[in-house]
């Protein structure tokens, strides 16, 4: 088993039928689903501690450690990847599986030799069966064959560091267009307070000195009083 650092959580388990026994599934966080070790080899007559060596000593084969509930029970069991289990079969010593299993995985094994074969034909452009290359030199294809194999690999690795640089200049571009964006609502913010402050001080302003300029009431009873008493001293004299 794998350290507990390393231990993924299962999002979903389901047990399945698989060469007339039943396999637990489980789907991890990452969406990929895996299949229970200790079902496969049970299945089919394994040893799971072999089989688990054989599968960690193999670049092409997955093994993840997943916790699962079980018998009311969480447990971390083995898990192999679902996309490497025609790889696993292939791997596969026939003599050692459970006689019942031994037919059924016997026919999947030559099903799945026969399919790459097929398309190694195809890659290289060879006859499936070396009995019909008519002339050796007819070989010269294989290692013309693998270099565009090579290739195309290297074209496909630098679309996809170009699609990663695409997605990270992508991300960051977004997160500028956000923080303009930002700055602009605050920019307007700022200038519809200022307008609205000029507004109200010019408003404010205009009040004042209207009130200023007019003349107080008390001026014009006094300047009647003084007109009036002048008038009635002339009529005296």
Not at 20 to 39: E, M
Not at 147 to 152: F, G, K, M
Request: charge should be positive; glycine fraction near 2%.
């Amino acid at each position: 088993m794998s350290d507990e650092a390393s231990v993924v959580q299962v999002v979903e388990q389901l047990p399945i039928p698989l060469f007339d026994g039943v396999v637990l599934a489980a789907r991890t966080k990452d969406g990929q689903i895996h299949l229970s070790l200790r079902d496969l080899c049970t299945t089919i007559g394994l040893d799971t501690t072999s089989q688990r060596r054989r599968i960690r000593a193999n670049e092409s084969l997955h093994l993840t450690s997943i916790r699962v509930h079980i018998d009311r029970q969480f447990r971390t069991l083995d898990f192999l990847l679902l996309d490497d289990l025609a790889l696993w079969i292939l791997t596969l010593q026939t003599a050692r599986i459970h006689p019942e299993s031994q037919s059924r995985v016997s026919y999947i094994k030559q099903y799945l030799e026969t399919s790459v074969r097929h398309a190694f034909a195809q890659l290289t452009g060879l006859p499936e069966t070396s009995r019909q290359v008519e002339d050796l030199r007819e070989l010269d294809r294989l290692d013309r064959a693998l270099e565009l194999l090579e290739q195309l690999n290297e074209r496909q690795s630098t679309i996809e560091r170009s699609q990663d640089r695409a997605r990270i200049a992508f991300r960051d571009l977004a997160e500028l267009v956000r923080s303009v964006q930002s700055r602009v609502q605050t920019l307007e913010a700022q200038t519809r307070l200022r307008l609205s402050t000029r507004q109200f001080s010019r408003a404010g302003g205009y009040s004042t000195s209207a009130s200023a300029s007019a003349p107080t009431p008390s001026c014009r009873p006094h300047s009647m009083t003084m007109r009036f008493s002048s008038s009635k001293s002339s009529t005296d004299r």
